[in-house]
Every structure is written in C-alpha cells, then in structure tokens.
C-alpha cells in the first residue's frame, strides 16, 4: 500500500469514528437520523449546508474543468452568488411558511401550497431522479482519489466499489449528526488544503499565480476567453448555465429543506450576504487547473487534474491528506443525499402509496431499504456510464431548476394552481431529457436545462394567466393582477384551505 | 411591505445583472487586472462586492421595516 492510501485511509477512519461518537446515545429513530433530532443550533446547520456547497465537484470537478475547458469553467465561480441573491428574497417568506404549516420536506411545501398530492408525489419523484448523477459524481470523485493515490494500483472500477461500501457504511453508523460532526472537520481541512495548494502550486512551478496566468495565455491564447477549450460552450451556454444553475440553487430537495431548519429570517438574510465569499476558494481550484494543464498536459482523465499534479509536487503525506480531504468531501455530501433521497422516497412517495397507514418503524426500514436501492442505481451508473464530474452536475440542475417556477409562484403569488405548475413541471422536463437524449445539448447555443426553464416558466404563466382570464372574465377580482409574476403586496401566496401535512409521526 | 420589497431589489439584483449582462462585452483577455484576465476579473470582482450590496439591501429592509409597521414578525 502506498503512503498517500495510507494516510486517506487513516483519514477516512478517524472521520467515521467521529461521525460515530457524533450521533450520540440512544435508540435510533428516523427522526433522529434523518434531521438530527431538530435540535441543531445554527452554526451546525449552516456548516451542513456549506458541506453540500463544497463536495467533490468543487475540488476535482472544477479543476477538471479548468484544465480542460478553460474559461467555461468560470461558470462555477458566478452561480452560487446567483443562488445567494435570490435566497435573499424567497427563503424568508418560505421560511414563514414552513413554520406556520409545519413543512419537512421539499415535497410538503407543494402539498401543503398547492393541495395536490399528484404534484408533491411528481416533485419528490424528480428531487430523487436528480440527486443520482449527483450522487453519482460523489462515487465516481471518491473512486478517482482513491484510483489516483494507490498510483493506479487500485482499477477504478474496484475504487468505485470501495467508495460506495465507505459511503454506505458511513451514513448506516453516523445517520446526520455524526455527518454534520464529520462535516466540520471536512471543510476546515479542505479550505485549508485548497489555500495551500492554489497559491502554493502555481508559485511552485511559475513564481506567482500572475505569472502563471500569462505563461497559459501564452501557450493557449484561447484558454480563458469563451469558449476555451471547447467548441459548443460560448458566451451564450455561460450565461444560460449561470442563470439555470443560480435559480437551480436553492431548488435542490435538500438546500430547500435546511431553510427550514434556521432560527429565523434575520439569519436566513445574514447569511445570504455573507455567503457570496464562500465561492472564493473556487478560484484557487481554478488556478490548480490550469497549472496542471501548463504542468502536466495530456492527461486521460482531466478530473485527476488536481491530484496528479499534487502528487507530483508534494511529498506523499501531504498528497495523502489532500486526498483524504477530497474522499471526506465525497463521503459527506454523498450521505446527506442519500438520506434526503431515501428519506423523500419513503415520506413522499411510498407513503401516500401506501395509502398514509405506515408505522414510524416501518417508514424507518424502508428508508433504510430506498437507501441502499438509490445508492446501487448510483453505483451502477458510476461503473457502467462514466461521465465528467461537472457535466453530471448539470444534468441534476436540468432536472431540479424546473420546480422554479412553482416554488417563486406559490410562495408569491396567491391566485396559482396546481394545475399550470404541473403542466409546465412535465413540459420542462419533457423537453430537458429529449434534448439531451437526441444529443442537442447545447442547443441553438444554450443549455438545454435553461431551454427547458423558459419553456416551463411561459407554460405556467399562459396557462394560469389564461385560466384566470376564463374563470373571472365577469369577477373583478383579476384586477388584483393575476398577470403580475411578482405580486408582493399583502400576504404572501397562502393556500386558503390548508392540506395538513403530517409530521413524522405516522397515522 | 411593497415598497420595502421593491427597494431592497435595486441593489440586491445590481450585481446579478451586471454580472451576467456584461459577459457578450468582457470576453477578452485585456486589460490584465491584478494579474488576472479581463473576463476573470470581471467575474470575480462582482462575486467580492455582492456581500456589499447585499448588505445595503439588507440595511433598506430592516430600515423600511422599522419605520413602517409592526406587523409582528
């Protein structure tokens, strides 16, 4: 065994020991395990949220993509500071919302809003759908640190494997409060190590990260202007993905979810101001990127970038600890989207299959049995459809940014329906998959997630605009502006007949 | 509640759409700033001043809100 394996191995143990000691005493029940008890003082939650902010997209991704594409890649720097913006405005009148109606789950915000159980069934379907190739892009990260760091010793496929049985492990013993415990070490360590290598590297080999950059220029003039390295990724796919992804933010089941969790709205705001710094250590992946493609160009898989070039560099504990931060930054985030997933799978869709009459303890087994079902599915597609880790990424964006439109809606807008939201939900996401099936991603220069948002947003609006148009052509009460998207004034989009949402206590 | 709203958009939505807006114009490599290329630059410097105008946003709501209601948030 190698001595960078060694010391990732270590790393990983230590951080399931913590995750084990994290979880605490007592019986465990899917309360506890899937939302840590409610009982999460704000620090802790908002540290979980950045440990989905940062996974191993982030770290091995990004620098995939620097090496690669270039400046497409810059994408990833300017989205978040979308999400943040908009967060700004929709997750405080959500946050009311949830606390007034007692919201867990993504799909509980569409039941309780629009009173439909096809559409929450339909949305958590989609939340679950998504998360895969997220999920996926976890396994196959891990796979690669651990592929990268034995010096190919270890086949990826046999890495892969290895990933998912750590990441099972991992989440059957620490459940969330041992993952949030881990999830503190793992960003501390990986700023850390990002500060060290991204200004480190390009010093390294070029004298500062300024001279670094104009030696790139020099060799690839078109490396940092769009499309860099890629043909189809021009200003017009950079702008289309920034928008998609920014509103695609907070649309995902699980950073939707933890504005629930927060203590109130000042801190939602707070946050959200603050939160635009946390894209900066992005920019020093970037920079490990490109000095790996002036140092080390050719490479099979761009996605080892970032290790290959540690691990020439450095000396073989400090290239172990870099990857036992990324195998940390897989593990965490892949756990907490299992347990969303699973936790979605069993809440929302096999229990109102079930017709409601499920025990906690049987809502318990089976969210442990959707887990390990979900976490295969991710598993088989690691090893059998290989992707890049960003384009993985977007392809869970294409699927979440489509409930965009029914969440600003039905939190803003008092007048809409399920029915408009539903049909522009299946209509983006129609479009989405045939787009991409039949290869025409991007398309007419766009990514076909964004194509598939207009389309989704103009069908909701005509056809809730044009529904209102027929029901109230003699009522005055359109004039309270059914046509306006952004109605604010008064109470927020309050359904007036509440559908009770259950807690996590069946029956 | 409207008007503080629509207040708090102005700055708030500034560096969304200078950011993305810009990006046709700046797609080039000069002029270098802090050693960085232009369409860098541009990227990262609205990225570092979004927490200023979010700030401001945040300063006109709770000033807005404090002179106009009591809605008992």
Redesign the interface.
């Known amino acids: 065994m190698t001595t960078p394996l060694l010391v990732i191995l270590a790393f990983i143990i230590v951080s399931t020991v913590v995750g084990v000691i994290g979880r605490g005493r007592g019986a465990m029940n899917l309360e506890r395990w899937s939302v840590g008890g409610r009982q999460f003082g704000v620090i802790l939650v908002w540290l979980l949220m950045a440990g989905e902010i940062y996974t191993t997209f982030t770290f091995l991704g990004a620098s995939g993509w620097a090496y690669s594409r270039g400046?497409p890649s810059?994408y990833i720097?300017?989205y978040g500071?979308?999400g943040?913006?908009i967060s700004?405005?929709l997750l405080p009148p959500l946050w009311r919302m949830a606390k007034r109606l007692g919201l867990h789950t993504q799909p509980d915000f569409f039941l309780a809003r629009y009173n439909s159980p096809a559409l929450a069934g339909l949305v958590a379907l989609i939340g679950v759908v998504s998360i895969i190739p997220y999920l996926q892009l976890q396994l196959a990260g891990l796979g690669l640190i651990v592929h990268t760091a034995s010096g190919g010793a270890i086949a990826s496929e046999v890495a892969i494997i290895v990933a998912f049985a750590l990441t099972c492990v991992f989440v059957y013993t620490s459940g969330l409060q041992g993952i949030a415990w881990v999830a503190i070490i793992k960003d501390i360590t990986m700023v850390v190590v990002v500060v060290i290598i991204g200004i480190g590297l390009p010093s390294m080999y070029f004298g500062?990260?300024?001279q670094m950059?104009?030696e790139l220029?020099r060799q690839h003039?078109s490396h940092?202007?769009?499309p860099g390295g890629t043909t189809t990724m021009g200003?017009g796919w950079?702008?289309s993905t920034?928008?998609l992804t920014?509103v695609g933010f907070y649309c995902w089941p699980h950073m939707f979810a933890s504005a629930f969790s927060a203590k109130d709205?000042r801190t939602i705001?707070?946050n959200?101001?603050?939160m635009?710094?946390y894209?900066?250590p992005i920019?020093l992946v970037l920079f490990v990127g490109f000095t790996a493609l002036l140092v080390m160009p050719g490479l099979k898989n761009p996605d080892t970038a970032l290790l290959a070039l540690v691990m020439r560099s450095y000396p073989a504990w400090f290239a172990g600890l870099v990857g036992g931060a990324g195998a940390v930054t897989a593990m965490v985030p892949a756990s907490m989207l299992l347990l969303v997933a699973s936790t979605l799978t069993a809440k929302n869709i096999y229990r109102p299959l079930r017709g409601g009459v499920v025990s906690e303890e049987q809502l318990m087994r089976a969210s442990r049995g959707f887990m390990l079902l979900i976490a295969v599915v991710a598993l088989i597609l690691a090893l059998w459809s290989p992707n890049e880790l960003v384009k993985l990424l977007i392809f869970g964006y294409d699927g979440i940014a489509q409930f965009f439109p029914g969440i600003v809606l039905g939190v803003f807008v008092r007048q809409i329906t399920a029915r408009p939201v539903i049909l522009g939900l299946v209509a983006g996401e129609a479009v989405v998959v045939s787009l991409i099936w039949s290869g025409h991603d991007p398309f007419l220069g766009m990514n076909a997630g964004f194509v598939g948002l207009v389309v989704n947003a103009l069908l909701t609006l005509l056809s809730a605009t044009g529904g209102q148009v027929l029901n109230h052509r003699n009522i005055q009460g359109s004039r309270r502006g059914t046509t306006t998207p952004l109605n604010?004034?008064?109470e927020h989009g309050e359904p007036r007949e509440r559908h009770r949402v259950d807690g996590w206590r069946a029956g | 509640m409207p008007i503080r709203f629509r207040l708090a958009l102005v700055p708030a939505l500034t560096p969304a759409v200078a950011l993305v807006a810009g990006l046709p114009f700046v797609n080039r490599l000069e002029p270098i700033v802090f050693g960085l290329p232009f369409l860098l630059a541009w990227i990262l410097g609205w990225v570092l001043v979004t927490p200023a105008f979010l700030g401001l946003a945040y300063l006109l709501d709770r000033s807005t809100s404090a002179a106009e209601d009591g809605d008992g948030r």
Do not use: H, M
């Open positions: 400046a810059f720097l300017a500071t979308i943040y913006i700004f405005f500062s990260v300024g950059l104009s220029v003039p940092l202007t769009f200003v950079v702008i920034i928008l920014g709205e705001k707070r959200a101001v603050i635009p710094l894209q900066l920019l604010f004034g008064g």
